[in-house]
């Protein structure tokens, strides 16, 4: 497996766990954690915000599963679901609300530019 392979792996299972873990922390209450922050910009409900956490975590489960078996469909729906990532995070919070969401996201689509271009070529 090539590093930007690897990479782009290691960053799809981080999207996906993060979703997960979303997901629970509207579902459930935990004390001293709390539910997420979604912004002001949108009043959504906890039911309806995990809901969405486990579309997307679904999602990115399902891009990766592609993508290890080769389908053509795999990365576009990485890419795909990273940049609404990036879209929806800045509906949420507002444009250029960088967050650690938008980072792995960001890094997810470029690596998976870097990746095309490198198989083009060969």
Request: net charge positive; proline share 3%.
């Amino acid at each position: 497996m090539t590093n930007i392979r690897l990479w782009i792996v290691l960053l799809t299972v981080e999207k996906l766990l993060q979703h997960l873990v979303t997901a629970v922390f509207f579902a459930v209450s935990i004390p001293g954690i709390g539910t997420p922050d979604i912004g002001p910009n949108f009043a959504i409900g906890n039911g309806t915000m995990a809901f969405l956490n486990v579309l997307y975590t679904c999602g990115f489960g399902l891009s990766l599963y592609g993508w290890q078996r080769a389908r053509a469909w795999g990365l576009p729906l990485i890419v795909g679901l990273a940049a609404l990532d990036i879209v929806l995070e800045f509906m949420f919070h507002g444009w250029f609300y960088i967050t650690v969401s938008v980072i792995v996201s960001t890094a997810l689509i470029l690596l998976a530019w870097r990746f095309r271009k490198l198989n083009v070529r060969r």
